[in-house]
């Protein structure tokens, strides 16, 4: 049956981590309800499944759960949906003129799988090399905090990381790497606790082997203060 294969289907892309789209799936209305609106309505889905499993939500413990739940997909972990989050990044002249590569390394990174809704543990390492622009350090954290805050896959994180910093600096030269633990790998499933995963994304320059070892290179330095 048409619907058994359905099935099959959705089950084989949550269970293997595929991702279909380097864009975040949403739909033309996705920002139609205000954030209010929203936590009020997953309020009480959160609520529903809740009581589904069998949960008193009388409980002194429970009963603030729904909204906690609620405020903290829209305004916390699934912020990054909502453009008018995106971090200003502003750029200036590289009046110092230096014309080597920049390393930001070890950006920690959480975020949350969008097959299973679980965490997402792990550090980003993102660098570009100057075309005359450059732009703060801080705003570069701020880039991976905001395609994170989004149900992803890791591929299309890295992806969309590496886009952003090429539009803001007006470069192809920019790179990332992410290594990462999924909860629905390490606590679920095959339970592999031991295991991370490993992406790139290499633009430019960074695809010339030699630029791309300077790179991984660097990443590897011990920086432990």
Known sequence: MKLDKDIEDIDFLGDNHIGTSSETPLRNDAFKLTSAEKIDIIKD??????????????????????????????????????????????????????????????????????????????????????????????????????????????????????RELQDVLGTKDVACVIDAKHLCVNSRGIKDVASSTVTSEFGGKFKEEATKREFLDYIQLDTTY
């Open 45 to 162: 889905d959160v609520r529903h499944i809740m009581e589904t499993l069998g949960l008193d939500l009388s409980d002194d413990s429970l009963s603030g759960t729904p909204k906690r739940v609620a405020k903290m997909f829209v305004n916390e972990i699934f912020s990054g949906l909502d453009p008018k989050n995106k971090p200003n990044a502003s750029t200036f002249d590289n009046k110092y003129k230096y014309g080597e590569m920049l390393v930001e390394k070890n950006i920690t990174l959480y975020s949350t799988c969008e097959h299973h809704l679980l965490p997402i543990v792990g550090k980003a390492h993102v660098a570009y090399i100057s075309n005359g622009t450059v732009v703060g350090l801080s705003k570069m954290n701020r880039i991976v905090d905001y395609f994170a805050n989004r149900p992803q896959v890791q591929e299309r994180l890295t992806i969309q990381i590496v």
